[in-house]
């Protein structure tokens, strides 16, 4: 920290004393002799003091060697030395013939002298020490009261309180035996030069210091050999690294959140690589797979890139075989048309002269369709004027049942009724909604409406409980409560207990304060002195982890060397789990955790297909590809067998396509063959300059179609060929006229119609007829029947029982719903009697049943809640503990927040009147093995533990010898040049757990996976996606001359019935183009079109297709 003044030794004085921070004071080999200096000083001080008259009740023993002089006990001389003695040669206070000086509390006159429950300080070779040392020995306590300087390796043993150091372990002794090393915690080990080990049972005994760290890239890596280095823990005994900021230099520890952030970009990288392969091909960011792509080639599916080149392959050898053997297969279809049967005639005027009495019950029908539609006959009638509808209005009977066959019905289209005591309107299911998730508003605690209207049970976490039912919480706190009272009785009878044994601890305190008051002041300066170390630890001056005083950095040995911190222990390394993805690129020093190489891996591999699958190292296994018979394994040797044999192909076609286009320009302008076309007038003719009768349509395959033929003439001295519209028409005409599904057979015959009249079948018009008219007569009576009927609701979906009374709709059909709203939206259900309320219960509530249950748990929930006009129910009012809630879980979370704050009061009362009275608190298992400087933490909460270890930045930490924490917040346990390796460590799970080599290795091998030598992730990865961008313009290539070849097929319309329309045409689009030709024929009575077209694309695929309108 900042200060103007520094504690320097003074030699003099004997004691520390406050100088400017520019003085310089002694170092550490002058601090020995000046001890021993101060040392003989006060001992000559105390005897000078001695030969003054005092009231001493002890003794006092001064030993020499053998033959220096004669004891004696100077007895009562003076009075004042009573039991002391002088110049012993060790027959008093066990001198043991050495040199040394006594002091002790005993009365005893001889042998021994002290037996252990008697104060006294020892110097030199005594029975209790030997030369060069001194104790104190005090059993009920030692108070040291000033500055205390220690300048040798300093043991605390046992429970000892260090202000921001403590321990709870009845493990062995921290030992720290490497030079520098350091060793925090119960049976800690530092075995290794430099090394730092924090933790009970923590082991840092690394052997692999000089070995380079983990290089994962090309890149260099900072810090890469170890100077030392930091053990959390030891193999199998593992701990986390917790709270870790995210690493900003090359040297700091990765948090999980940066691998996590690695993740996200390799998640992109993932959707990415999904999205340029195409076919639907998906990246799961959970488990970084890539779903394979779907191609469809030629009408076939395949999920692999090798699958669509292997089709591609195929279907180009195929394509060049057809093209290549492309032949004059487009020719002319002879079709032969007999004469046309007319027979329709008789039944036309069969038909015509049906018996008027059919229309007048049309009439009639229509007339109670209408009313039935405009709500003027029935049981269900709607007014004309008001638009209400009513059911059975004049009519008696208190129930409208809706069920059917199939169980009750919903009814729906229900406007919310008025919610009150009188209310009899329909409540539809909005409203009870509302009032059930007011209520569950009210109760709290996540309470929520169900699908079926009820209303969930609220959790309420109560003491670390959880209970569904307000009851239970409110048991919960009674129960807690009575607890509470029992344990503060019982700490009021504690506290009176503990109250007598601190009386008595002060009584043995002033007693001891006497005794010790007469103690060299040399006790006060190395109090002082102990102090000042706290108080450097404290503020993070000192120690291995410090804290920077202006930026609030923690460093950890920062200032040492070491460039590998092992986390390894005696089951050898650890795993680090829980490792965010880190950044993946050629400066990145984060660590990458498994799932990302495995991503990576998995999601290369169903990208390459051909069977390329993620080996169980992290490898990826070679493709398969069977390419024009042949097979290879790599993406370059089946790329250049199809790129050969592309080649091959677009030679043969391209001059396929010169040879074919001079063809079918000569074909198409009617230039070569026995077809040709006068350039002049454009008549064709066929084989005009040749003999013959005859023209044979017939082939290999027996005859042949002939289409595209104009309407012909129709008359007795015609010779035109009649075609197969004219036919048809013909044939239609007369199929319509007889109806009854008669239809014209495929060669142009008319089947017998069949005419359901009545349930009797006839086929001919003569039959119907008859059948029809006594039906007639029939229906004529039945409809005056059927008007009466739905008037007295004895027919029709709404009927009334005559005997009960009872309404009923439609309860012989199916069907869960009835629909009560009509044209102006939902209407409200009125007159609604109160409905049967039970778990099975079907029956509609009104609005007065759903008043009455809102009600009453408006006043069961109390508080001042009430029930709104809509339903609801307003949030209650509560003053809980001078807090206003509005619901029952504010109240019990509000009353059991306290409950808790009161029983952690209670329980922190508990153990500190525990520690009084035990006296158990304290650190234990702090120990350094360092010829270094002091550590120093001068950051605002900085921490140094270590030999020369500084904590200059606020809330930093530096741990190790000449550790350095000069950035805030930060942890160190090297300096720069002397980085060490932090060992033991656990994999992290958490965003702000630290990774450890495992995971990165993981992290990597996935990431790479097995690529070809001198190629990189990206590199392979930019050739994969080129390849299948290759596919995809291909793809492009034939969808543009496809899109070309229907833009080619011509269809014109003709302007007059029976006439056609031969037309050709061109279209292009974008890289596509293709020539077609088409023929429309309207027929005589305008209502048929027929239109049919071929195309020819500039890829060399043949297009056809067929259209057949009817207008009416």
Avoid at 996 to 1024: C, E, F, H, I, W
Wanted: net charge negative; with cysteine; glycine share 12%.
């Amino acid at each position: 920290m900042n200060k103007i003044y520094r504690i320097v030794w003074n030699a003099i004085s004997c004691k520390s004393v406050a100088v400017s921070e520019h003085a310089r004071g002694r170092g550490k080999s002058s601090g020995k002799s000046n001890t021993t200096t101060c040392v003989l000083k006060a001992v000559a001080l105390a005897a000078i003091t001695l030969s003054a008259p005092a009231a001493f009740a002890g003794n006092i023993a001064n030993c020499n060697k053998p033959g220096d002089g004669s004891g004696g006990a100077w007895g009562s001389y003076n009075g004042g030395w009573v039991g002391q003695t002088y110049n012993t040669s060790g027959s008093e206070l066990d001198c043991r013939h050495g040199s040394g000086v006594i002091l002790s509390e005993s009365t005893a006159a001889s042998g021994g002298g002290l037996d252990g429950a008697s104060a006294y300080i020892a110097i030199g070779s005594t029975g209790y020490e030997s030369t060069g040392q001194m104790t104190l020995h005090g059993p009920n306590g030692i108070t040291l009261d000033g500055d205390v300087l220690i300048t040798g390796n300093l043991t605390l043993g046992g429970n000892v309180a260090i202000p921001y150091f403590h321990s709870n372990s009845t493990l062995p002794d921290s030992v720290a035996s490497g030079t520098d090393a350091v060793a925090i915690g119960g049976n800690a080990i530092a075995s290794t030069a430099n090394s730092v080990a924090l933790g009970a049972d923590s082991l840092a005994d690394s052997t692999t210091l000089s070995t380079s760290g983990f290089k994962p890239g090309s890149t260099a890596i900072a810090g890469a050999t170890a100077a030392g280095e930091v053990s959390i823990g030891k193999a199998g005994a593992e701990r986390r690294v917790t709270n870790v900021a995210a690493g900003l230099n090359g040297t700091d520890a990765v948090n999980v959140s940066q691998l996590q952030s690695e993740d996200a970009k390799l998640n992109q990288i993932g959707a990415n690589t999904a999205a340029a392969l195409g076919g639907g091909s998906t990246y799961d960011s959970t488990t970084g797979a890539i779903t394979n792509p779907t191609y469809v080639i030629g009408g076939n599916t395949y999920n692999t890139i090798a699958g669509a080149f292997t089709d591609i392959d195929n279907r180009t050898t195929q394509n060049t075989t057809q093209i290549a053997n492309i032949d004059d297969r487009v020719t002319q279809n002879t079709t032969q048309i007999s004469n046309i049967d007319e027979r329709v005639t008789q039944n036309t005027t069969q038909i015509a002269n049906i018996d008027d009495r059919v229309t007048q019950n049309t009439t009639q029908i229509s007339n109670i369709t209408t009313q039935l539609n405009n709500g003027e006959v029935g049981l269900v009638q709607q007014d004309a004027d008001t638009g209400n509808i009513t059911v059975a209005k004049a009519l008696n009977g208190s129930t409208v049942d809706f069920a059917g066959t199939k169980g009750a019905r919903k009814l729906t289209g229900v406007a919310a009724g008025d919610v009150n005591t009188s209310s009899a309107d329909a409540i539809n299911g909005s409203q009870l909604y509302t009032v059930a998730e007011s209520a569950a508003s009210a109760i709290g605690g996540g309470s929520s409406v169900n699908s079926d209207g009820s209303i969930s049970a609220p959790t309420y976490v109560i003491g670390g409980n959880t209970y569904n039912t307000i009851s239970g919480a409110i048991t919960n706190i009674d129960d807690r409560t009575t607890q509470n009272t029992t344990q503060i009785a019982n700490i009021d009878d504690r506290v009176t207990q503990n109250t007598t044994q601190i009386s008595n601890i002060d009584d043995r305190v002033t007693q001891n304060t006497t005794q010790i008051s007469n103690i060299d002041d040399r006790v006060t300066q190395n109090t002082t002195q102990i102090s000042n170390i706290t108080t450097q630890l404290n503020n993070g001056e000192v120690g291995l982890v410090q804290q920077d005083a202006d930026t609030g950095n923690i460093t950890v040995a920062k200032a040492l060397n070491g460039s590998t911190v092992d986390f390894a222990g005696t089951k050898g390394a650890r795993k680090l789990t829980g490792v965010a993805a880190g950044d993946v690129n050629t400066s990145s020093a984060d660590a990458i955790n498994g799932s990302q190489l495995y991503t990576v891996a998995q999601s290369a591999a169903s990208a390459i297909g051909g069977g390329s699958s993620v080996n169980s190292d992290g490898s990826i296994s070679a493709p398969t590809y069977v390419i024009g018979g042949n097979t290879y394994n790599t993406i370059s040797g089946a790329i250049t067998n199809i790129d050969d044999r592309t080649t091959q192909n677009t030679t043969q076609i391209a001059q396929n396509s010169t040879d074919i286009s001079n063809l079918t320009t000569q074909l198409a302008s009617g230039q070569v063959g026995l077809v040709q076309q006068d350039a002049a007038t454009n008549g064709i003719t066929v084989a005009k300059d040749t003999g013959g009768t005859t023209v044979d349509f017939t082939g290999t395959d027996g005859q042949r179609t002939l289409t595209g033929i104009a309407a012909g003439a129709i008359g007795a001295s015609s010779t035109d060929a009649v075609n197969g519209s004219q036919m048809y028409n013909v044939s239609t005409s007369m199929a319509s006229a007889l109806g009854g599904g008669s239809s014209v057979n495929a060669d142009g015959t008319i089947t017998l119609p069949s005419y359901v009249v009545g349930g009797v079948t006839v086929h001919n018009a003569g039959d119907a007829i008859s059948n029809i008219d006594a039906r007639t007569t029939q229906n004529s009576d039945a409809i005056s029947s059927l008007a009466s009927d739905m008037s007295n609701g004895n027919v029709g979906l709404v009927r009334q029982d005559p005997s009960s009374r009872t309404i009923t709709v439609a309860k012989g059909t199916d069907g869960t719903v009835v629909d009560m709203s009509g044209t102006a939206g939902a209407r409200t259900v009125t007159g609604v009697a109160a409905g049967s309320v039970s778990a099975t219960s079907t029956d509609a509530v009104n609005g007065s049943q759903l008043y009455n249950i809102a009600q009453s748990t408006a006043s069961a929930i109390g508080g001042g809640a009430t029930v709104n006009a809509d339903g609801t129910i307003s949030g209650p009012t509560f003053n809980v503990g001078g807090t206003t809630v509005n619901n029952l879980a504010d109240v019990v979370t509000n009353i059991d927040t306290r409950m808790t704050h009161t029983t952690s009061e209670i329980n922190s009362i508990n153990n500190t009147l525990t520690q009084i009275a035990t006296g158990n608190a304290g650190v234990k298992y702090f120990h350094s093995n360092s010829e270094l400087a002091d550590s120093q933490a001068m950051g605002a909460n900085a921490v140094a533990i270590g030999g020369n270890a500084k904590a200059t930045a606020d809330n930093s930490v530096a741990i190790g010898a000449n550790s350095v924490a000069d950035r805030a917040n930060t942890v160190s346990v090297g300096a720069e040049g002397s980085e060490r390796q932090i060992t033991h460590v656990a994999a992290g799970t958490q965003g702000t757990d630290a990774v450890n080599v495992d995971q990165l290795n993981q992290m990597v091998s996935n990431a790479t996976g097995s690529l070809p030598a001198g190629v990189s992730a990206k590199d392979y990865t930019d050739q994969r996606i080129n390849a299948v961008q290759n596919s995809v313009n291909q793809v492009a290539k034939n969808a543009d001359a496809g899109v070309a070849s229907a833009m080619a097929m011509p269809n014109l319309t003709p302007s007059r019935p029976g006439n056609t329309v031969i037309a050709a045409g061109a279209g292009a689009y974008r890289s596509g183009s293709a020539v077609g030709v088409g023929a429309t024929y309207r027929s005589r009575n305008s209502k048929w079109l027929v239109n049919s077209a071929l195309s020819l694309s500039s890829t060399g695929d043949l297009g056809v297709r067929t259209h057949v309108g009817y207008e009416f």
